[in-house]
């Protein structure tokens, strides 16, 4: 009978496109007895698992049914006690927003050795295929990263702070809160502010909005553009190939 060593890896599977996992998360899945595996994985990844390998959709997703993150934690340490190498498959990377400490904390209670395997975050990653520098000399120097909602469901208090500094704003899992970012960022003077909204970065339907904080709602509808989206804020977002374009033909629809 195999020896059950249990064991824990949290790797991050990147933003969608399954080439941009990196090659140690691919020895981690070829090397899992379990994997768990969130709803923003791509499954092709799956096929890199043995055979024998119990794969296990324990994913979350707004207003769908989905697997509790107290049931999720329980999984990992039963999975690891009765199978051995479990591999927590998340979008992303596991530690941004990925709810990965706090799975991490829970496995450590039980003796269980653990192990990270960070991930491409779609806050760089995304804005990164579409040419988006997040920090460019004499225009971003710095980027923040903020989650759209707080626990409670109430947009975030970080949101506004960076509204009142020059920085490139990144909001992950905010695209239910546009509305009230946009009004904050007016609110503070930033109407003109370039903002561009990614929806399912780096997949075949990839697509993406380009316009002014004033003007991207009507875009927004007008493209059909839902979750799961990214939300950029920033001068930055002028460096995309496109936004010229779209500001000139904005311009002549407004004129």
Known sequence: MKEIKPFVTLVGAGPGDPDLITLKGIKAIQQADVILYDALVNE???ELATADCTKIYVGKRAEQLSTSQDQINQLLVDYALTHGHVVRLKGGDPFVFGRGGEEIDFVRKFNI???VVPGLSSSISLTGLQQIPLTYRGISESFWVITGATKAGFLSEDLYTAVNTNATVVVLMGYAKLHQIIELYK???KADLPIALIQNGSLPNEKIV????DNILEQAEASAIGVPAIIVLGEVVAKHLEFEKVKEQLQFIEG
């Open 210 to 213: 380009l316009g002014r904080v």
């Open 187 to 189: 609110e503070n003077g």
């Open 113 to 115: 050795p653990t192990a």
């Open 44 to 46: 092709e990844l799956l």
